[in-house]
């Protein structure tokens, strides 16, 4: 690919949550799109894409992180979201969001073109079929809700997931149903959502697998967090780390 | 019926520590889900059917207006009545005014959800009339006092052990040693219960899942003909709807029938779809003497023109409650009043009100499942947006929460101070977690730690490592 056309510049949107508490999740993107053939840049203007104020109604101050970000990553060939929540926010909200806003709303519809969560770019844009990584290990995978149904995030990484070389596959029951994790609706209604979690858990802990993955930090932390507090010795990992060969850190809760 | 809408939370902790209740919830979604899905694959134009449903249901909304006033015409030109009720109150007067004019003292009802909304049987029985629900899920919860728990399955949170002992304490007249363990010979108990009823009703109620425009008709779905002889048997048929029922055509009928059922039970077609067209007319071997039609607004028509008339598309399906993870957990009590599920976390704060109602619209996930499979395509979690967007707009919200969220978003809007003041608070909290790779306790955060640990970020921000690695490059 590389050959044939100049490399696409792509910057990474690196989400708030990756930056905060995973930076192992932003380098293995990195590694999958250089190893790619893409030239990554990580613009130091961005911040939060603001869904947490837009999802509590806040949508003044969701106008405003949606431009800081859309001024921030105007300049990409594409943008790549390690998360379907915040690559959702933008690709599908920043229209709506900035629909009535006569200076912003074409470049809100142009970035959100250009945006991808990183999985199903590396599928279905980029057309990688084979990882190169090893992971010995039986995993199951969960569905994230907002890349699952705002992207259609489904089969692109259980077709990456099947190339590396070592790796089972075990499908998760009810993959499809929320973690219950929900931003702040996981800390504003602590019981339902710790209802939904524990449902969660026992589907996960009755596949038999000793890794979990998905594609969204929100949904790992939550479920990472649930399967530490009842023991369980299942390690807990963002697909990135484990579609790059980046699985050196201590997974997600516990420690080096 | 009282709304305890306000005290969702506790609503919610209640259902949460009910095991009998969690025993019903941890099956029987699950079998409407898949009873849904396998009727859908079978239909090869299932997605197409819902996008003309959303279609036909948006056209009928911008002529709200033309429809319901050609149905009426078709109504009292074929000797039927039509009630123009703006309010829940003057709903119960046209019905109790039907009543008292036809000397009635036993009315028979066909499920209704709208009849829930308006409260019409405790209003009647306070007038000295005695209603009796022929649905056999309403049959039961009325025998108990309680309200529906789902809007098509009404005794949904009960078990047939729950049905069992309610019959016993209802049916004195029987004998108390019977053996009633078989779903088979509750229902048939019921049915004997119930033919009395119905033989000696003087009224009888339904509800409508649809009207049609053309034809003046009304239209009712049940699986058990308990409608049918509702409004056979007696003397007046009181159709009670609510506005956004209105369908032009009787082709228009059939498109939200044939979605409506697959969408409910996975049915191709319920039981029993019932039309009825005006009172008995000459030479006609059935059929009422009187039909009236209550038609209810309650603040629908303030939806129209604002963000909230999509919500107006609903046909009343319980797709949406069936696919929600949080109606699964704590089950439809916890919702306070008559509609539960996602539809009742955007309706009931238009029909109670966002002081009210407030908390349905938050305890969402935005999973998204429920606009995933609603026939009318009805974007639910953005409509529940919407009214967070209220709450916000009127200060509603909890203070703390509101102000951790601007204290964010202040420095969100500040690139700079926002990358300074992550690193910090990041390596502080690194550090005091590197030990175990997670938190059991931490301050400020006890909705969280309270159920699971919080897993330790890894110490520095991304940001900070990429400008370090850049450097050395």
Not at chain 1, 78 to 95: R, W
Not at chain 2, 96 to 104: H, M, P, S, V
Not at chain 2, 462 to 468: H, P, S, T
Request: glycine share 10%; aromatic share 6%.
């Amino acid at each position: 690919m590389a050959e044939k056309h100049p490399a696409p510049r792509v910057g990474l949107f690196v989400t708030c949550l990756v930056d905060l508490f995973r930076p192992t999740v932003g380098f293995a993107a990195v590694k999958l799109l250089e190893d790619a053939g893409c030239t990554v840049e990580v613009p130091s203007a961005q911040t939060c894409c603001g869904q947490p104020a837009f999802n509590s109604g806040d949508r003044r101050t969701a106008q405003e992180l949606a431009r800081n970000t859309i001024a921030a990553f105007e300049g990409f060939d594409y943008v790549v979201v390690p998360s379907g929540s915040c690559g959702g926010q933008i690709k599908k909200h920043y229209p709506e969001l900035l629909a009535d806003d006569p200076a912003w709303a074409a470049r809100a519809q142009r970035l959100s073109a250009r945006t991808y969560e990183l999985v199903s770019f590396l599928a279905d844009v980029l057309g990688m079929t084979d990882t190169g990584a090893r992971y010995d290990g039986t995993v199951t995978y969960h569905d994230s809700c907002s890349g699952l149904r705002e992207l259609g995030v489904k089969e692109q990484p259980r077709r990456l997931l099947a190339s590396v070389e070592g790796l089972t596959l075990n499908e998760l029951p009810g993959a499809e149903v929320c973690c219950g994790f929900g931003g702040t609706f996981c800390v504003k209604y602590p019981d339902v959502s710790n209802r939904m979690v524990e449902a969660k858990t026992a589907d996960i802990q009755g596949t038999q697998a000793d890794t979990l993955l998905a594609g969204d930090m929100g949904c790992l932390l939550n479920m990472a967090g649930k399967l530490k507090r009842e023991g369980s010795a299942i390690r807990v990992r963002h697909v990135a780390e484990v579609l790059a060969g980046v699985t050196d850190t201590p997974p997600i809760g516990e420690k080096a | 019926m009282q709304p305890t809408t306000h005290a969702f939370p506790e609503n919610a902790r209640k259902a949460l520590s009910d095991e009998r209740l969690q025993k019903v919830l941890a099956i029987a979604p699950a079998g409407f889900v898949n009873r849904r899905k396998q009727a859908a694959d079978r239909l090869p134009e299932f997605e197409a059917l819902r996008d003309q449903g959303r279609d036909l249901k948006n056209h009928v909304l911008a002529n709200l207006d033309t429809y319901l006033e050609a149905f009426e015409a078709k109504v009292t030109g074929q000797g039927g009545h039509v009630h123009w009720c703006r309010t829940d109150q003057e709903a119960r007067d046209a019905i109790l005014g039907i009543c008292r004019a036809a000397n009635a003292k036993t009315v028979t009802k066909g499920k209704s959800m709208v009849s829930e909304e308006i409260g019409i049987n405790d209003y009647l029985e306070a007038n000295g009339l005695t209603p009796i629900e022929t649905d056999l899920g309403e049959y039961i919860i009325q025998l108990r006092h309680e309200p529906p728990s789902h809007i098509i399955a009404p005794a949904f949170h009960l078990s047939k052990k729950d049905v069992e002992g309610t019959f016993r304490q209802a049916h004195t007249d029987l004998p108390p040693d019977r053996v009633l363990d078989d779903p088979k010979v509750l229902i048939a108990e019921a049915r004997t219960v119930l033919r009395r009823k119905f033989q000696q009703a003087d009224v009888g109620i339904t509800g409508a899942n649809l009207m049609i425009a053309e034809t003046g008709s009304t239209v009712i779905v049940t699986n058990e003909g308990n409608g049918d002889l509702t409004q056979i048997l007696p003397r007046v048929h009181v159709v009670i709807a609510s506005i956004e029922k209105i369908v032009p055509t009787l082709e228009d009928a059939a498109l939200v029938l044939r979605l409506l059922a697959r969408s409910a039970t996975g049915q191709e077609a319920s039981a029993y779809t019932t039309f009825s067209t005006g009172p008995r007319r000459p030479g006609d071997l059935d059929g009422p003497e009187e039909f009236h039609v209550v038609l209810l607004d309650n603040g629908r028509s303030a939806l129209l023109g604002t963000e909230f008339q999509e919500v107006l598309r609903c046909i009343r399906c319980g797709a949406c409650m069936n696919h929600c993870p949080v109606y699964g957990a704590v089950g439809g009590h916890a919702y306070g009043w008559v509609y539960p599920g996602p539809i009742g976390s955007v309706m009931q704060p238009a029909l109670l009100g966002v002081k009210e109602a407030g908390h349905l619209p938050n305890a969402s996930t935005f999973c998204g499942r429920c606009e995933a499979v609603c026939p009318m395509r009805i974007p639910l979690p953005k409509m529940m947006r919407h009214w967070r967007e209220k709450e916000f707009e009127q200060g509603l919200q909890p203070a703390a929460m509101r102000k951790g969220l601007g204290l964010w978003a202040w420095f969100a809007r500040r690139p700079a101070l926002y990358h300074a003041a992550t690193r910090m608070a990041v390596r502080a909290l690194g550090a005091l977690g590197r030990g175990k790779g997670r938190f059991a306790k931490l301050p400020l955060a006890q909705g969280w730690t309270q159920y699971r640990d919080m897993p330790a970020p890894e110490g520095k921000t991304f940001q900070q490592m990429w400008a370090e690695k850049k450097g050395k490059r």
